[in-house]
Nanobody, 124 residues
Framework: QVQLVESGGGLVQAGGSLRLSCAAS????????MGWFRQAPGKEREFVAS????????YYADSVKGRFTISRNNAKNTVYLQMNSLKPEDTAVYTC?????????????????WGQGTQVTVSS
Protein backbone atom coordinates (compact mmCIF):
# COMPACT_ATOMS: atom_id res chain seq x y z
CA GLN A 1 0.00 0.00 0.00
CA VAL A 2 1.27 3.45 -0.92
CA GLN A 3 -0.12 6.70 0.43
CA LEU A 4 0.50 9.90 -1.49
CA VAL A 5 0.21 13.44 -0.15
CA GLU A 6 0.56 16.47 -2.40
CA SER A 7 1.56 19.97 -1.39
CA GLY A 8 2.66 23.22 -2.96
CA GLY A 9 -0.47 24.32 -4.76
CA GLY A 10 -1.78 27.86 -4.57
CA LEU A 11 -2.64 31.03 -6.43
CA VAL A 12 -0.12 32.52 -8.84
CA GLN A 13 -0.20 35.12 -11.58
CA ALA A 14 0.24 34.16 -15.20
CA GLY A 15 3.91 33.78 -16.01
CA GLY A 16 4.74 32.74 -12.48
CA SER A 17 6.03 29.46 -11.07
CA LEU A 18 5.03 26.85 -8.52
CA ARG A 19 6.63 23.64 -7.36
CA LEU A 20 4.37 20.79 -6.36
CA SER A 21 5.56 17.98 -4.11
CA CYS A 22 4.15 14.52 -3.60
CA ALA A 23 5.37 12.59 -0.58
CA ALA A 24 4.93 8.83 -0.60
CA SER A 25 4.78 6.41 2.28
CA UNK A 26 6.48 3.04 2.31
CA UNK A 27 9.93 1.67 1.64
CA UNK A 28 9.47 0.69 -2.00
CA UNK A 29 9.07 4.14 -3.54
CA UNK A 30 11.97 3.53 -5.92
CA UNK A 31 10.06 0.68 -7.59
CA UNK A 32 7.17 2.93 -8.59
CA UNK A 33 6.85 5.15 -11.61
CA MET A 34 5.18 8.40 -10.64
CA GLY A 35 2.80 10.57 -12.57
CA TRP A 36 1.08 13.92 -12.29
CA PHE A 37 -2.43 14.45 -13.59
CA ARG A 38 -4.73 17.44 -13.50
CA GLN A 39 -8.42 18.07 -13.73
CA ALA A 40 -10.04 21.42 -14.42
CA PRO A 41 -13.69 22.12 -13.60
CA GLY A 42 -15.98 20.54 -16.17
CA LYS A 43 -13.11 18.72 -17.87
CA GLU A 44 -11.76 15.21 -17.79
CA ARG A 45 -8.62 14.31 -15.92
CA GLU A 46 -5.57 14.64 -18.12
CA PHE A 47 -2.01 13.40 -18.00
CA VAL A 48 0.64 16.02 -17.25
CA ALA A 49 3.95 14.23 -16.70
CA SER A 50 5.51 11.01 -15.47
CA UNK A 51 8.90 9.77 -14.36
CA UNK A 52 9.90 6.13 -14.60
CA UNK A 53 10.98 3.98 -11.71
CA UNK A 54 14.19 2.90 -13.43
CA UNK A 55 16.44 5.36 -15.17
CA UNK A 56 14.25 8.32 -14.27
CA UNK A 57 13.03 8.77 -17.83
CA UNK A 58 10.48 11.56 -18.11
CA TYR A 59 7.39 12.00 -20.23
CA TYR A 60 5.26 15.11 -20.73
CA ALA A 61 1.99 16.17 -22.24
CA ASP A 62 2.49 18.47 -25.22
CA SER A 63 0.66 21.25 -23.41
CA VAL A 64 3.32 21.47 -20.68
CA LYS A 65 6.46 20.42 -22.50
CA GLY A 66 9.21 22.98 -22.03
CA ARG A 67 7.43 24.62 -19.08
CA PHE A 68 7.03 21.83 -16.51
CA THR A 69 9.70 19.53 -15.12
CA ILE A 70 9.07 16.34 -13.18
CA SER A 71 11.76 14.95 -10.91
CA ARG A 72 12.09 12.55 -8.01
CA ASN A 73 14.19 12.06 -4.91
CA ASN A 74 14.06 8.42 -3.89
CA ALA A 75 15.89 9.10 -0.63
CA LYS A 76 13.03 11.41 0.37
CA ASN A 77 10.24 9.33 -1.19
CA THR A 78 9.14 12.44 -3.04
CA VAL A 79 8.27 13.42 -6.58
CA TYR A 80 8.18 17.03 -7.71
CA LEU A 81 6.55 19.01 -10.47
CA GLN A 82 8.24 22.32 -11.21
CA MET A 83 5.83 24.51 -13.15
CA ASN A 84 7.14 27.61 -14.90
CA SER A 85 5.55 30.13 -17.25
CA LEU A 86 2.15 29.24 -15.88
CA LYS A 87 -0.93 30.09 -17.89
CA PRO A 88 -4.57 30.51 -16.80
CA GLU A 89 -5.38 27.29 -18.65
CA ASP A 90 -3.08 25.43 -16.22
CA THR A 91 -5.64 26.05 -13.48
CA ALA A 92 -6.74 22.67 -12.13
CA VAL A 93 -6.50 20.24 -9.27
CA TYR A 94 -3.16 18.47 -9.62
CA THR A 95 -2.89 14.91 -8.35
CA CYS A 96 0.05 12.56 -8.17
CA UNK A 97 -0.21 8.85 -8.82
CA UNK A 98 1.96 5.76 -8.56
CA UNK A 99 2.26 2.57 -10.57
CA UNK A 100 4.62 -0.26 -9.79
CA UNK A 101 7.39 -1.16 -12.22
CA UNK A 102 5.89 0.28 -15.39
CA UNK A 103 7.37 3.07 -17.47
CA UNK A 104 5.93 5.66 -19.78
CA UNK A 105 2.43 5.32 -18.38
CA UNK A 106 0.07 8.14 -19.33
CA UNK A 107 -3.30 6.45 -18.91
CA UNK A 108 -4.86 7.18 -15.55
CA UNK A 109 -6.48 3.74 -15.32
CA UNK A 110 -3.05 2.11 -15.20
CA UNK A 111 -2.07 3.89 -12.00
CA UNK A 112 -2.61 2.04 -8.75
CA UNK A 113 -2.43 4.72 -6.08
CA TRP A 114 -3.59 8.32 -6.00
CA GLY A 115 -3.21 11.32 -3.76
CA GLN A 116 -5.97 13.72 -2.78
CA GLY A 117 -4.83 16.53 -5.06
CA THR A 118 -3.75 20.13 -4.65
CA GLN A 119 -5.38 23.17 -6.24
CA VAL A 120 -3.39 25.33 -8.63
CA THR A 121 -4.99 28.58 -9.74
CA VAL A 122 -3.36 30.85 -12.30
CA SER A 123 -4.79 34.34 -12.61
CA SER A 124 -4.55 36.38 -15.78
Amino acid sequence: QVQLVESGGGLVQAGGSLRLSCAASGRTFSTYSMGWFRQAPGKEREFVASISWIGGRTYYADSVKGRFTISRNNAKNTVYLQMNSLKPEDTAVYTCAAVRQKSGVSRSDEYEYWGQGTQVTVSS
